[in-house]
């Protein structure tokens, strides 16, 4: 059984955004992509194309990619103007070539945002997710000191909505997409993931206090309730996430003002 | 010859590693700060490790080669992670997965080491949920279990069709607390290119920045590899295209030794290739033969559509002949299964190489909204990628390179045979044997990073004096490094004709081909010829554009398909080496009338543990004798 849009080829011309270093100043350089098949995955498609212009002594397109199965959230480029492509709910490595038509012009450039400087052509730096998580996106839990896990049942539907918004890839499409490159929805499903479970309880405050400060030092942009994140999310982890942690922000805050903040707020043991 | 002492614990089997715990040294919580320790690749074995090391005290140094220590491949395991815990009161025990796990191995693993695994993955479901990872959970708040090869019991634990990433997760947020605690130096972008031995002790790494092509010396009191398989030997294969062997063929090349390097696993239920083009497989989890039921036309040739043939010319391979474990057969023998199917001219698809994994009847007994639950993720994947919905038609699946067993030369603390030098999780070779049942990988990964390697890295560091690590400007460093930029050089300045992917491909089909899910003495005798063949080509030819000092893919990629062509050979004259069959080591020349693996227990009851002789010299096979006190090697049935 073959699906029918096995049986032909087509060409298309890419629109790439070439640039050399984080200095260099980039620009759009066009390529052919000719015979291919729609049953190519985007970014092999980039493969082939890398190969030719290998062959004609151009050096290929820096594009970063790993898993290729949407999971490991490394792949990352803008196409056609949107992030991971015209699929709804797909990174771009899950977008496949039968997406687009003969003869197409598909615009590639890297996520754009102030907080994700361009390492090299399509490649960008998304250092500050991590430094983000590492000011409090966690539950401390020494290995060795764990009580039996089902000491502490965890009604079904918690266990649900947290996994939903644990399912993040870190990608971030959704600053990509967002005209104030904002990190909310990012932050915001670590904060509930971790926030929804009674495992989380013991450093909600400090957790969600010290990821936003951390995410506002970094250069994100402020949220206006768009819900561009959201629609770009390759697993489409909910904007709800982010009136949570609003929430949650509140509370903390005004907690703190009341009782003195714990002593390390900056994250990492005690 | 390198002497493979494996250190296993004397006692009773239940005891040896509550036994070996008391035994074994400490270090005291003052001098842990002044032992530096370095761990490469974050995957669940690197985080772990990592994160607990610096819990205890220790100075770590983290590398990965990724942009973010989450990115590690461990986060594509799909199906779940096995515990003893027996909350199904389904009859499970430690034993049971002892038994279970080394029984599916095909008996090629060390019993205390696989007895470890089964005792510590009750703690690993614990330490997980402690770091609030939101593994699948029954109406009543408990945690709910399914079913996987090989076991006939419920005990295998997931986040939906996720749950190595969730784990991976879990074990990335303890390394970023230790981070953000500055007790873990944190490397990204950093690609292990070689290891520095000192006074024959590993003593550090040479490091290259993969966005700015700096190379660094690291010092360090000891090294652990946690850098996961090497089943892109194979070009297509269900790993990352990042995955490489680089950082364990490095060790070998310094003498670490590489056991049993042709058991490699082949998993069962892939999406079939589709074109040459192609760059990756990707796997169906396990968790559908809960299940889809796999079957092909009884007919060789039929090309109907699947609903146009009927029940009766229907093959329901795998329940006809292994009727005690069914759909749940393990992985070895379910994607022989498949082979032996195609080969008979009985495979679905364009290209024939294709069984269907049919869920109509798990959609009628269901109904379709509870098997969307639980493998709705899984049905999305397969129809991004087929443009097929399989929940009107069944599945296409056919076997793909998933996992390889074989790895680095461990003992039982999981040293190698270079002092100091520690191998984790997929990287090493100890607890698989000759297949691994799914849902194992998950749990050995974290068992040695969160529970072994805290305990057996004192061991050794008790040993070493206090700051008594060599300078970064020691020869050995220096010559290190010499011999990385002198790699450089050769792959830049080669400009040849070839993109590096033309020889990935090339090896990969010689490896499909001749050391893939049946091996033969012909076959993997054409191999030894054409892959040094193929080195010679891709040492004349290959073109590596671009320069040293910059982000450079091709170069990156050249540096690891060159690693491959080495390694290839060595499976290669393993299998040949290795004249039985055994779990994922299929030797035609050696099997039953029905076609299962015959093993040689006499002659081949062993570790097979590789040295590195030198350029173009032929490696010496060490080996290690697989004792087994506690347990008869018998003939596996799954029947």
Known sequence: MVAASTLKTFSVTLRVWRQAGPAATGAFVDYPAKDISPDMSFLEMLDVVNDELTAKGIEPIAFAHDCREGICGTCSCTINGKPHGPGKGIATCQTYMRSFNDGDTIVVEPFRARAFPVVKDLVTDRAAFDKIQQSGGFITARAGSAPDANALPIPKGDADLAMDAAQCIGCGACVAACKNASAMLFVSAKVGHLGLLPQGQAERDRRVLAMVNTMDTLGFGSCTNQYECSAACPKLISHDFIARMNRDYLTASLRSAFKPAPANTGGGAA | ?639
């Open chain 2, 1 to 639: 010859m390198a002497t493979l002492d494996s250190k296993i614990p004397s006692g009773p089997l239940a005891e040896k590693w509550r036994k070996h715990k008391t035994e074994i040294k400490l270090v005291n919580p003052a001098n842990k700060r002044k032992y530096e320790v370095i761990v490469v690749g974050a995957g669940l074995a690197g985080s772990s490790a990592a994160s607990s090391l610096a819990d205890l005290g220790y100075k770590v140094k983290c590398f990965v080669f990724h942009d973010s220590p989450r990115r590690a491949h461990s986060i594509a395991a799909q199906g779940g992670i096995n515990a003893a815990k027996n909350y199904q009161n389904d009859g499970d025990s430690v034993h049971r997965l002892f038994y279970d796990t080394l029984k599916g191995g095909d008996y090629r693993a060390r019993e205390a080491n696989v007895h470890r695994l089964a005792e510590v993955s009750v703690n690993i479901i614990d330490q997980c949920v402690a770091q609030g990872v939101p593994f699948a959970r029954e109406y009543g708040g408990l945690l709910a279990n399914r079913s996987f090869g090989g076991a006939q019991v419920s005990r295998t634990f997931y986040a939906r069709g996720q749950t190595g990433q969730q784990l991976l997760l879990g074990a990335y947020s303890a390394l970023s607390r230790m981070v953000g605690a500055g007790a873990v130096d944190l490397h990204t972008n950093s690609e292990m290119l070689d290891l520095v031995v000192v006074g024959g002790q590993a003593k550090g790494v040479i490091i290259r920045n993969l966005v700015t092509g700096e190379i660094t010396r690291h010092s360090a009191d000891a090294v652990i590899l946690a850098t996961g398989g090497y089943g892109n030997v194979f070009n297509l294969s269900t790993y990352a295209r990042g995955s490489n062997a680089t950082a364990i063929w490095r060790a070998y090349k310094r003498g670490a030794c590489m056991a049993n390097p042709c058991y490699t696993q082949i998993h069962p239920t892939c999406i079939p290739v589709s074109g040459d083009y192609q760059s990756k497989l990707t796997l169906m989890s396990e968790s559908l033969r809960n299940d889809g039921r796999i079957w092909a036309p009884k007919k060789a040739g039929d090309t109907r559509a699947p609903a146009a043939i009927p029940e009766s010319e229907r093959d329901y391979y795998l329940e006809r002949l292994y009727p005690s474990f069914g759909n749940l057969a393990p992985r070895d023998i379910a994607s022989r299964a498949a082979k032996r199917v195609c080969d008979e001219g009985r495979g679905v698809g364009s290209t024939g190489l294709g069984v269907y994994l049919d869920f109509a009847d798990a959609i009628k007994r269901l109904g379709e909204p509870a098997v969307r639950e639980r493998y709705g993720n899984l049905f999305d994947i397969y129809h991004e990628i087929t443009a097929e919905s399989a929940y009107k038609a069944p599945m296409r699946i056919y076997p793909a390179v998933h996992y390889t067993m074989g790895g680095l030369w461990v003992d039982y603390n999981l040293m190698s045979n270079i002092p100091g030098l520690f191998v984790l999780g997929e990287a090493n070779f100890s607890d698989h044997g000759a297949n691994r049942l799914g849902a194992s990988a998950l749990m050995q990964g974290l068992a040695d990073g969160y529970f072994v390697i805290p305990y057996t890295i004192g061991d050794y560091l008790a040993g070493q004096k206090p700051g008594s690590r060599p300078a970064a400007e020691a020869p050995e460093f220096q010559q290190a490094e010499a011999n990385v930029r002198g790699q450089t050089t050769r792959f830049l300045a080669t400009k040849g004709k070839q993109p590096v992917s033309h020889f990935h491909k090339k090896l990969g089909k010689i490896m499909w081909d001749r050391c893939g899910m049946a091996r033969t003495k012909a076959g993997l005798e054409a191999a030894l010829q054409e892959i040094p063949a193929l080195r010679e080509e891709f040492n004349a030819s290959v073109n590596v554009p671009g320069s040293a000092d910059t982000l450079n893919q091709s170069l990156e990629q050249a540096g690891r398909v060159a690693d491959f062509l080495d390694l290839g050979e060595l499976m290669c004259r393993d299998a040949l080496t290795r004249e039985e069959s055994c779990g994922g080591h299929f030797r035609e020349e050696h099997q039953y009338p029905d076609g299962e693996c015959k093993r040689d227990d006499e002659k081949f009851g062993h570790v097979a543990a590789w040295e590195y002789q030198g350029e173009g010299k032929t490696p010496v096979r060490n080996t290690e004798a697989l004792n087994y006190e506690f347990t008869k090697m018998s003939v596996r049935n799954y029947k």
